[in-house]
């Protein structure tokens, strides 16, 4: 009885100890095949940088020492490039990344690839490393080289060991086939035909005594390895500045090249713009000259119509621009100044408003033309007799386009005056505007506007505040006082006493206030 109850016992701890190390090994492949992953993220991503590493080796070199360094990183990505290379049906024979040591050097060749993986996978369900080297072997053999010197050592060594752990090749073992290249280090050939140049003190052939003398502390192999790691940093930092060099000197020429077509075309650009001028000024000069007779009886007789039509109107009429003397002294030195024609088609064609400046504008600028086209002296003299310039091209041009602005600025002015509540500021947000020309505008303008707009100024530097001296009316709109006019003669503390002009008439011509029942008086 007691021998049945130990059978069970031994039979149920070998059950879950053999699932356990099956369950193990299959979570150490996993997680192997895992770690390519993650390792092919950081350098495809370049996420070693963030730590301030310069390459992926340099990475791999600090932070994964203990877990074999760059090698041993290499010969995994390796292993994943060798499975990423086979179809589904072939990539589960491969269960861990040494066993893709072999298969490596047939992956520029994937056709002998997948038969050397078919071939193993004919023997054995999930073939070894040595199954897979086998079929290399068969696919692609390798050609032993015969050495040129017989070298005893290298004779006599048929059969070496990898004894270093950190190795990707440790616990395999390979032939010598070929002299030493120096003292402290052997060419192996493996079973898969890779050749690796080893030290020998990573190797184990007891039966051959290699030599030891040029096997370095890890302190001086480190200091070469960084040596080694520098120059080659160096080497691409060169590279990287004889690349941008040569762009810089590229793209230095083209942009010279192209700047020089773009001065070509501007100076073409330019000589044919001053032929166009020439062209222009020939052909109003051409023009001019075939209606010079007629555009001179029409300045004749528009001149005969200004005349009585300043005789007929009131200065007022005329905007308080100036006097009938005035006006006719003007017209008599434009007479004197005038011995050929002037192009008035403009104000034939439409008889202007009666407006003696605007009229006298119109005619300025019609001179100012025929000046420009004709070259006529008189006309030019003639012209800034009428805007008030000097005579010269520029200035009567400048003084041309002032005047056009002229009839915009006294609509826009009597349009915000117009408005209901106008304050000094909306008048000023549109006088601003046409502030070149405050004087012809403001000529422009009825005594009444004049004066509300020098009553908005006042208004506008009085104080915020209500006290003696303060121009009021009623602030409740519907009070008779609203539009009155009155002023504050005593301050009462909280109230102050207002004195109405409308009341100087009656008995009682002040009244107490509090201050928030007034406001300021604007003209109405």
Known sequence: MLTLEREQTSALDY?????????????????????????????????????????FEDYCEKELTKHGGYRRVRDLLSAKKVVDTLPEELREKITKPSQTRSLLRLVKTPD??????????KEKPFPTAADFAKAVQQVAPTTKHSTKSENPKTQLCN???????????????????????????????????????????????????????????PEYTEAIAQIKKQHQQELERLSNELRIGLQAEAGAKAEAQVQEQIQSLQQLYKQQKEQNIQLQQRLDEMEGLRKLETENQQLQQRIQELERAVQQHPVQQWGNTMTQQATKALNKQVKQALEKTIDLRSLAQEPPKENATECLRLMGMALKNLASAMNNTQALEAAAIILGSEPTQSAIAYRAEQLQLLPQAVSDIRRVLAQSGCSWEDFWNVAQEYEVIKQDYWAELTTQETDFITALQNASSQPDTIG?????????????????????????????????DCWKEQSKKTDRYFRDELRFWQPQ
């Open 468 to 500: 003696v001296g303060s121009i009021v009316a009623h602030a409740d709109p519907y009070r008779t006082l609203y539009v009155e006019r009155g002023e504050v003669v005593e301050d009462l503390g909280e109230e102050v006493v207002v004195a109405w």
């Open 15 to 55: 059950s879950v100890v053999n699932t356990s190390i099956q369950e193990t090994l299959t979570a150490i492949d996993r997680f192997e095949w895992q770690a390519i992953e993650e390792l092919r993220l950081m350098r495809d991503n370049g996420y070693y940088s963030d730590a301030g590493y310069v390459s």
């Open 112 to 121: 002998k690839l997948h038969e050397a993986v078919a071939i193993a996978a």
């Open 159 to 217: 059969s070496v060991t990898v004894s270093l752990p950190e190795h990707p090749r440790y616990g395999e073992s390979g032939v010598i086939e070929a002299d030493a290249p120096n003292h402290w280090q052997q060419i192996v050939t493996f079973a898969d035909g890779e050749r690796l140049l080893i030290n020998n003190a990573d190797l184990d052939a007891p039966s051959v005594p290699f030599p030891r003398e040029q096997n370095y502390p």
